[in-house]
């Protein structure tokens, strides 16, 4: 007689299992936090881009009413945002109070990730970000002179800081089109930032300006212009050519400028610049072979450039200079 197995609980899926199993699935979820703490779904802004040291952040978010944000301390460094729009307002909650702070644009705000944070957000908002860690900072403070070791940026909200406002323009369009962002210009952009962030807003009282004096030796200049001329691309890092000529990145950034006129991102620039008035003047290639020879991302990006340094577009400026090239290989945006 053939009896009747009954089923182990590993294999069984009789109806508890099936309804314990659609209870497991039915819990909601927990809303996707950002970094900064804002609920992710609640941004229609997003963006990140990522240098040496510094990171760089587009954040917006179009709700009135996104309550309130908060983040546990950690080792990150110093969030430092402006903003890009106005109306925004947010109560910061302090150990033992609280602060007010209304956001115009251009409206800057610093604070240390070290420190928990909790505040109530109350209008849109859309803001620049730039994480910044704090080796990044003590080492540019190193680099450039400065005696002492701390660095901590004091907290601001709402202020305004119009040198740091122009620096970080620059950032926007290459948020939106990365393929644009150098190492090398990255380099040099945070450099800036970082030494702009020391001198204005660092509130440790043991760290003494560096003299501002700087040399390249002529075989450091002519190491630094071959390593270079031979990544016109951009792909090259400032930190590198800067070993390789035995210096630190701020003490040749500031050298190289001495002896050039240029920074090494525009010296690449105007190399680029240089390279493609050749090919405009001699060939009948196209813009678009041009740019991709001359390691622009792409045309636009070879426009934008090419236009700001002669004041002319790329093919107005070689008809200008009588080269007519083979007509029928350009685009009609090129006539």
């Known amino acids: 007689m053939t009896g009747t197995r009954t089923p182990d609980n590993a294999s069984y899926a009789g109806p508890f299992r099936a309804l314990e199993q659609s209870q497991i699935s039915l819990e909601p979820k927990s809303p996707k936090i950002d970094v900064f703490g804002c609920p992710a779904s609640k941004l229609h802004k997003d963006q990140e881009l990522r240098g040496a040291g510094i990171k760089f952040f587009r954040k917006g978010s179009d709700d ?15 969030l430092i945002g402006i903003s890009q729009g106005r109306g925004h307002r947010r109560r910061i909650f302090h150990e033992h109070h609280a602060t007010n702070h209304e956001f115009k644009e251009g409206s800057i705000y610093i604070r240390n990730l070290a420190d928990d944070y909790r505040a109530d957000l109350r209008g849109a908002f859309d803001f620049l970000l730039m994480e910044v860690s704090q080796p990044f900072l003590i080492e540019l403070a190193q680099e450039h002179g400065w005696r002492g070791g701390a660095v901590d940026l004091a907290c601001h909200a709402g202020d305004t800081d119009l040198i740091l406002l122009r620096l970080v323009s620059v ?31 660092n509130r440790a009282t043991n760290l003494e300006p560096a003299s501002q004096g700087a040399a390249l030796s002529r075989p450091q200049l002519a190491l630094a212009v071959e390593m270079l ?22 003490y040749f950034i500031r050298g190289f400028k001495k002896a050039t006129g240029k920074a090494p991102h525009q010296w690449i620039l105007s190399q680029r610049v240089e390279q493609a008035r050749g090919l405009l003047m001699k060939t009948g290639m196209s813009l678009a072979d041009i740019a991709l020879i001359c390691g622009f991302a792409d045309q636009s990006h070879f426009t934008r450039v090419f236009s700001a340094s002669t004041g002319l577009p790329p093919g107005a400026w070689r008809r200008a200079t009588g080269n007519a090239g083979s007509p029928a290989r350009f685009s009609e945006c090129e006539k």
Do not use: M, W
């Open 64 to 78: 009135p009413h996104l309550g309130q944000v908060s983040t546990t301390a950690d080792d990150r460094g110093f």
């Open 171 to 201: 950032v926007e369009p290459l948020l939106q089109k990365s393929s644009e962002a150098s190492p090398l210009f990255l380099d040099q952009l945070g450099t800036t930032i970082g030494i702009h962030l020391i001198e204005r807003y």
């Open 229 to 250: 001329s031979s990544n016109t691309a951009g792909n090259v890092r400032v930190a590198d050519v800067a070993q390789a000529c035995g210096l630190s990145r701020g």
